[in-house]
């Protein structure tokens, strides 16, 4: 059993930045993948950005140069540093996890799910 928690969601100004954490415990064994995803009222989740247990990222189109995303292993914490926030970033963001090193973007290739963080950008 995987338990992961985010945190740092908060509500911020266009063009400002904020970063995000997840904290994952129980069992998480390499190879594995972890990532971000989002998901706004009324619309699908949608993957933003993945890494995996040899360190290589993934991002969706619409955050490259903007979004990182980072592990610290020592701290089993994932984190996604958000700049230079546009309001279309506003959602609730989750964090995820599968127990392989494939780097999807893909829900449903995915096993385990946090509760989710509000990032909400106003203009």
């Known amino acids: 059993q995987v338990d992961l928690v985010e945190s740092g969601g908060d509500s911020v100004q266009a063009g400002g930045s904020l970063r995000v954490s997840c904290a994952a415990s129980?069992?998480?064994?390499?190879?594995?993948?972890m990532g971000w995803f989002r998901q706004a009222p009324g619309k699908g989740r949608e993957g933003v950005a993945a890494?995996?247990?040899?360190?290589?990222?993934r991002y969706t189109d619409s955050v490259k140069g903007r979004f990182t995303i980072s592990q610290d292993n020592a701290k089993n914490t994932l984190y996604l540093q958000m700049n230079n926030l546009k309001p279309e970033d506003t959602a609730m963001y989750y964090c995820?996890?599968?127990?392989?090193?494939?780097?999807?973007?893909?829900?449903?290739?995915?096993?385990?799910w946090g509760q989710g963080t509000q990032v909400t950008v106003s203009s």
């Open positions: 890494i995996n247990s040899d360190g290589s990222t």
């Open positions: 129980g069992y998480i064994y390499s190879p594995y993948c």
């Open positions: 995820a996890a599968v127990m392989w090193s494939y780097l999807t973007l893909l829900p449903d290739d995915y096993n385990y």
